[in-house]
């Protein structure tokens, strides 16, 4: 499973982005998608979830500002970021889970900055 990212850049506080994460390879056992991020001297930490049943988790400083979702047919998903703030820059990671493994993204930057 090969992923792709893209969509990150510079926005202003308060702004919106939309990141997107291609997926392509083996994707018919994927049952979990996923973005993490990496911030400056932090630890890498889960910003949203999406299981194949529809279930979704959130990291708790996204609640309510963040929205993943999953498009099937093209093998993608999804972060729409709004009320962007500067603690939200970071380099996001795509991660998808299959029956065998965990696969990771080449990760796209977003900084968050007047």
């Known amino acids: 499973v090969q992923l792709v990212e893209s969509g990150g850049g510079l926005v202003q506080p308060g702004g919106s982005l939309r990141l997107s994460c291609a997926a392509s390879?083996?994707?018919?056992?994927?049952?979990?998608m996923a973005w993490y991020r990496q911030g400056p001297g932090k630890q890498r930490e889960l910003v949203a979830r999406?299981?194949?049943?529809?279930?979704?988790n959130y990291g708790d400083s996204v609640k309510g500002r963040f929205s993943i979702s999953r498009d099937n047919a093209k093998n993608t998903v999804y972060l729409q970021m709004n009320r962007l703030n500067p603690e939200d820059t970071a380099v996001y990671y795509c991660?998808?889970?299959?029956?065998?493994?965990?696969?990771w993204g080449q990760g796209t930057q977003v900084t968050v900055s007047s």
């Open positions: 999406i299981v194949s049943s529809g279930r979704i």
């Open positions: 390879g083996s994707t018919f056992n994927i049952n979990t």
């Open positions: 991660n998808a889970v299959d029956s065998w493994s965990s696969y």
